[in-house]
Structures are given as structure tokens and as C-alpha cells.
């Protein structure tokens, strides 16, 4: 079964709340931080995670398979002021980049990815240093 909330998206971008803002303190307070960081949202539908992770001074890049979403994270983008997340369409399992990364995120989305393929693809891209103390 085949999944798009690009048919949804303006309802989506409407209607789905944004995580507390006490999560990044909390984060914090265990020694993360993601100021400078390049990260990768997988499943970042319409960029709700990805601005706030450049709000915390990440540098972002979201992996959707839906172009509607993707378009629709641009327009919020751009209406929040940021300029610097990039998105590509793909699914998690599939996506793939010209270099590694140190940080991965699956907010309200690892549920529908194929979890064994999703990993495998993570694994290639992954920076081995990652990020100290992070679960």
C-alpha cells in the first residue's frame, strides 16, 4: 500500500502541531545541541521538524517522497524567514547524498518506513564521530 499526504498537504501543514519547544531544552540539559550540526530529517513532510531544527542553528537537509509536502515546507519556510533548510524527494530507504552526516532525525515518521532498508540506507551516509551521548 502506497501512502501521500502530498493529496493532503495544505490540511496537513494546517493541522499538525508542532512539537514542544521543552523538547530542544531537555535535549540541551543531556548534551545535545544542534547548533552547527548537519542533520537529516527523514520523512519531513512539511518541514515542521526541519525549521525547528534551523531555529536551533542546524543545517538541514529533509528526505520527503511527497513533492506536494516538499513545495509546502518551502512556502512555510519561507514564511518563517528561513532560507537554509534543503529537501529532497525521497523515500528513507532509498535517498541518497554525496557525503556523510553525523545526525539523523525521524520525527512522527519512522512508523512508515521499511525500518530494516531505512537503517541500511542510514548506515552508508552516516558519520561514524556522530554526535557523543545521543539515544
Known sequence: MTI????VSDDYAKYRDHLPVILFDQLKDRG????????IDLGSGSGIFSRDLAIQGANVIGIEPS??????????????????????QAKAEEFTLNDTY????AV?????????RTIQ???KIFRTQGVPNCY
Open 102 to 105: 553525523p545526525v539523523f532525525t
Open 4 to 7: 501521500n499526504f502530498g493529496n
Open 67 to 88: 513533492s506536494e509536502l516538499i513545495k509546502e515546507a518551502l512556502r512555510l519556510d519561507h514564511l518563517s524567514g528561513i532560507s537554509s533548510n534543503k529537501y529532497f
Open 108 to 116: 512522527r515518521s519512522w512508523h512508515w518506513f521499511e525500518r530494516n
Open 32 to 39: 545535545i545541541n544542534f547548533y552547527g550540526l548537519n542533520v
Open 121 to 123: 540506507n542510514i548506515k
